[in-house]
């Protein structure tokens, strides 16, 4: 039980799904908003308030960066300069917070919630299976809940009242192009299907009522907008929340397939559907309970240069053209607070969501790829340049067949270096997985390098988006792979000596 916040559990019967039993417990008390979620983190002694006046140009970042260095506290900067809104950051800054935010005790439980609804066999599996959710009741408190009037109006500003500059928006980096909001939930629909995407995606402020719109190429919504160009639409709708309760707010940083509704999936995640509410000036909905939304549209055929952003690769993103977007509305609840994260060099607060996007995409890639016994995302190699893979080897050559899977396997396309061990190694033992690989690799042969799409936030690649990656095979060599030499044991002590030495231990002072 995390302190402070009771997670009351009561089991339904087992709900049957398509030959498949999964367990799944009733609603169990899901955070309602980013309040409930920071009062949770307060009695758990994980929140520091800040009374003392601090700038949100630069002077919150240095703050948030030495205390996020550390694993430290979640903090609410009730003062700052030039507005009225309370800022809070660093919520999901270390483990024990991540875990309080998904409501889980340790992440076994977050993978197994999690694995029956991400069962791939990516597309059609999966996308049948969500098809056919709607017909079990017992699931349907996890669909998005409509709902008429929500706390996310409570105040409506529209036309000349419009004026982001009211919002302690961070200017996190010296050289960075402006500020910045680092945590939008951005919400859109596919021009063709109309299905809900809601992805991260910062925005720099250009000026009261104008924001840059980050969707980087290989993400949902740049491909919503590719199509919406082609087929000659004038306008976007797009609306942004603010502030949310925190299984929401980590639904839209997570890389789910494209046709899953991350509304949805946090509906799943909470055990509780989200609520959500029509906007006031076009038809997308959003989260009832937010604290803050920007409501208004891109116009397909705009760009503006955006940038530079000191970003979470630890150096700064360049200028480059992105989307532009147009605020027709803010509306937030009463006395809003204002929710964002930095980025820079690692740890920072996302290292940490990535983590538990590391835990539940596990079951995924285990299913796919029975062979796969664990997996790890280091932070040092912020999401997309490392990737260290413990795998059953069974066959000549199979550390390449899972080279290339996860190659293309969603966004983990990115992945610009795989490293493969042996499943007696555990990858999160950064220090064995060195020993263990060093020793092992014979570059010339354990190397495979091929081409294809880069994380566009990668500078060294030698295009935008594009350019090499690596695999290194660090596991045992077979005969199979032209492997003619004796491979050499490990040195292990002998379990009778250890046992010998554990009973005299204690009488030996060390
Ligand atoms: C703090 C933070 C900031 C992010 N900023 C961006 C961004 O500016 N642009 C972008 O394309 N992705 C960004 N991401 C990653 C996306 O949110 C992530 O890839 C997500 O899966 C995108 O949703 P989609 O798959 O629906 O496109 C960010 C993630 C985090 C945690
Ligand atoms: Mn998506």
Redesign the pocket.
């Known amino acids: 039980m995390v302190a402070g916040h009771s997670f009351p559990r009561r089991s339904l019967p087992l709900v049957i799904l398509i030959g498949r039993t999964i367990p799944y417990d009733s609603p169990a008390m899901a955070y309602k908003d980013l309040r409930e979620f920071i009062a949770a983190l307060e009695n758990a002694g994980e929140l520091v308030r800040i009374k003392e006046r601090v700038s949100p140009k630069l002077e919150i970042t240095e703050i948030t960066d030495r205390v996020s260095k550390k694993f430290g506290p979640a903090l609410l900067f009730e003062n700052v300069e030039g507005s009225d809104v309370p800022v809070v950051i660093n919520l999901m800054g270390n483990e024990r917070r991540m875990k309080i935010a998904l409501e889980i005790e340790s992440y076994d439980e977050w993978t197994e919630r999690l694995d029956f609804f991400l069962e791939p066999r990516i597309p059609t599996g999966l996308i049948d299976k969500i098809k056919m959710l709607p017909a079990l009741g017992e699931l349907a408190n996890v669909f998005p809940k409509y709902v008429d009037s929500a706390p996310c109006q409570e105040v409506v500003l529209k036309g000349a009242d419009v004026d982001l500059g009211k919002l302690p928006v961070l200017t996190c980096w010296p050289e960075d192009g402006g500020p910045f909001i680092?945590?939008p939930l951005v919400f859109t629909k596919d021009p063709k299907s109309a299905k809900r995407?809601?992805?991260?995606?910062?925005m720099q402020v250009y000026d009261r009522n104008t924001t840059g719109m980050?969707?980087?190429l290989?993400?949902?919504?740049?491909r919503q907008h590719q199509d919406a160009e082609a087929m000659g639409k004038q306008r976007i709708p797009v609306s942004v929340a603010i502030g949310a309760d925190p299984i929401t707010c980590f639904a839209?940083?997570?890389?789910?397939p494209?046709d899953i509704d991350?509304m949805l999936f946090a509906g799943y995640a909470r055990k509780e559907s989200v609520r959500l509410v029509k906007c006031v000036t076009n038809d997308l909905e959003v989260p009832a309970n937010a604290e803050i939304v920007l409501e208004g549209w891109v116009d397909p055929a705009e760009r503006r240069a955006e940038g530079p952003f000191g970003d979470?690769t630890g150096f700064y993103t360049p200028v480059e053209p992105y989307a532009v977007f147009h605020v027709e509305a803010i509306t937030h609840r009463r006395s809003p607070i204002y929710m964002a994260?930095i980025?820079g060099k690692p740890p920072q607060?996302?290292g940490h969501?990535?983590f538990a996007i590391e835990r539940c995409f596990l079951p995924i890639m285990k299913k796919q790829f029975p062979e796969i016994a664990d997996m790890h995302m280091p932070m040092e190699g912020v999401f997309h340049n490392l990737m260290i893979i413990a795998i059953k080897k069974r066959y000549p050559g199979h550390a390449r067949k899972i080279m290339h899977g996860i190659w293309g396997l969603g966004?983990a396309m990115f992945t610009k270096t795989i490293v493969i061990v042996d499943d007696h190694v555990d990858p999160h033992d950064l220090r064995t997985v060195s020993w263990y690989v060093l020793n092992n690799v014979d570059p010339e042969r354990d190397m495979e390098m091929v081409m294809g799409p880069i994380d566009?936030l990668d500078h060294s690649s030698r295009a935008f988006g594009y350019g090499s990656h690596v695999g290194i095979d660090g596991t045992k060599k077979l005969e199979g792979e032209g492997f003619t030499r004796v491979w050499p044991d490990e040195i292990e002590m002998s379990g009778d000596v250890k046992s010998r030495i554990d009973a005299l231990w204690p009488r030996l002072g060390l």
Not at 197 to 202: A, D, I, L, S, T
Not at 252 to 256: D, G
């Open positions: 680092t945590f995407n809601v992805g991260m995606y910062r980050h969707w980087q290989h993400k949902d919504a740049a839209a940083i997570c890389p789910l494209p991350e979470h994260t980025v607060e996302d969501m990535g966004q566009v």
